[in-house]
């Protein structure tokens, strides 16, 4: 085995594998790639293990190894809560999350002996910039393993400065909420080369010029529009934000740039374990600190009027025992599993019931539950 992959990690334990989320606007390739990433690592002997969260796609050009629409039936989420689209993907990643303790328990077992896990994910960027169900399914993986963000970019739709402005504010806003290393991925140079976004990127005035140069910037007496000047100083602020990613640009269609996406994956690995594991270690000792101060706290008062209690009515004190004869209550409602890994049937996408297949797993679930 090459002696530099299997380095131990900080935490002592061998290398894991690594997450990869893909994010990004609808249309921009984002399945493509996780399909173009899933023939470049099967092509290295290192098949990935692949979840996809997207509820409302027809087909994937890829086989899942555990697929949302096994669970949730988004148009039936639609019809039951009265949804339309938008809504109705919200509100189905919104009730795969309450499972997703299942799926990582899943993923973190596939861990072991997998490279990369891959996830592919809904158009909606909100989901990601704002909702509770995207938030949860980043900081739920990131606190299992290595993890890294892969956002996706339509690059012949983001040639217009405008257009490209509002892509990296969206970049900006996810990175910012997840803290996870990030990895902008230029996609489609096939379609067109993305060296305009780079000279962008690490130059503020050539994009300002671009934006100078495009029409509608302008108002009548020829004064810069008020979006102009916003957008030009918008774009020193984004200056900060670009000095702490990695861009690369890549066509799913032709696979040109993978190996350059995957070498910029393994530096998010040593920046995921340098940055974000401390910084989440801190936190969980933190919380964990004040949860600890808060039980004791309240067993303290607990105990506290318990003996008030007794003291005040010594004969409903004595009366009040545990009685082993009563019913237990136990209605057993978490005993329900069904979320699927295909790769443990027989062959790819066959229905296995997991209900059974998982049941014994149950009492070692765990995982670290963020924020
Ligand atoms: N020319 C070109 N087209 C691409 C590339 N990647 C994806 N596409 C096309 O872009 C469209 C949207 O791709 P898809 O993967 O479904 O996007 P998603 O909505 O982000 O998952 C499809 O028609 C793809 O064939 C690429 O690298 N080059
Ligand atoms: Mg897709």
Redesign the pocket.
Known sequence: MDPSTSAPTPSGDAKKAMVIITI??????????VQRMNSYLHAKESPPYILNL?PA?THV?FEPNIDIRDTINYQEVMKQYNLGPNGGILTALNLFTTKFDQVLNLVEKRAETVDYVIL?TP?QIEIFTWSASGAIITDAVASTLPTVVAY?IDTPRTTAPATFMSNMLYACSILYKTKLPFILVF?????QPHDFALEWMHDFEAFQAALASHSGTTDDEGEPTYMNSLMNSMSLVLDEFYQHLTAVG?????GAGMKEFFDAVEASRTEYEKEYLPELQRARAAREKTLQAAKEDSVNRLMKDLAVDRARNPDAALADKWDPTEEDEDDGDDAEVNIIDRSDGPWPGQYIDVTRLNRRDDAEMSWPRPG
């Open positions: 990004g606007m609808a249309g921009a390739g984002k399945s493509t790639f997207d796609v050009p592919d158009g996706i996609n489609k140079t096939d379609v890549v066509s799913s269609m032709t």
